[in-house]
């Protein structure tokens, strides 16, 4: 469309900057399902390391810093652990999270994560927010890929349907289990568990 006529060069700017910022959307989906189908390889194992769970949301939450501030949503962090885990793919659930639930909450609102180990020494995660709340119908397939639970409002946040799905690929190389609760207009608080330390690792089953 842009070449079947003559345009002006900011006409034509506006339309490589549309274009460059599809191809990035493009891009992150190809990412994201490589990502997803390495991870279901049954030979896909992780490298476990000693991580500070509060240390790397910490890292997470300033990288949003920028985006809650425009948005007007406060960010708390609370309580400390150590778990095993890759750092990398641990910032990346935790990020997945973090933006979706920036994603559901309305200016003014606010986002928690808490980080509690709990008396078997499995640690858990949990972040919470004050935002839309998802309908009780929509939870069992939350973490399905593509699954969105407004296809109209996610395509215009940009949003691809496969976050929630790598965040449960991420805690299941870890041995470790997601879960959702939520509630319509309170919001919702999804809870990634992680087994204690020194227990089983390496390959995916």
Request: glycine fraction near 8%; include cysteine.
């Amino acid at each position: 469309m842009a070449l079947s006529q003559a345009r002006t060069p900011e006409e034509y700017r506006r339309t490589l900057e549309s274009s460059l910022e599809e191809y990035a959307r493009l891009s992150r989906l190809i990412d994201n399902l490589l990502f997803l189908s390495r991870a279901e390889g049954p030979m896909t194992s992780i490298n476990h390391t000693a991580c500070d769970a509060r240390k790397a949301i910490e890292v997470v939450r300033e990288f949003y810093e920028a985006l809650v501030a425009d948005r007007g949503i406060e960010v708390v962090c609370r309580g400390e652990a150590t778990l095993e885990a890759d750092p990398v793919l641990f910032r990346q659930a935790i990020s997945n999270l973090l933006s979706n639930a920036l994603n559901y909450t309305a200016r003014g609102g606010k986002v928690s994560i808490s980080v509690q180990r709990q008396d078997d020494r499995t640690v858990e995660i949990s972040v919470s927010d004050t935002g839309c709340g998802i309908p009780a119908d929509h939870l069992p397939k939350i973490f399905d890929r593509f699954y969105r639970v407004n296809p109209a409002r996610s395509h215009q946040l940009n949003a691809s349907g496969l976050g929630l799905a790598i965040v449960k690929s991420i805690t299941s190389l870890h041995r470790g289990t997601v879960s959702v609760q939520s509630e319509v207009g309170k919001g919702s608080t999804f809870t990634l568990t992680f087994p204690p330390a020194g227990g089983p690792t390496g390959a995916c089953g």
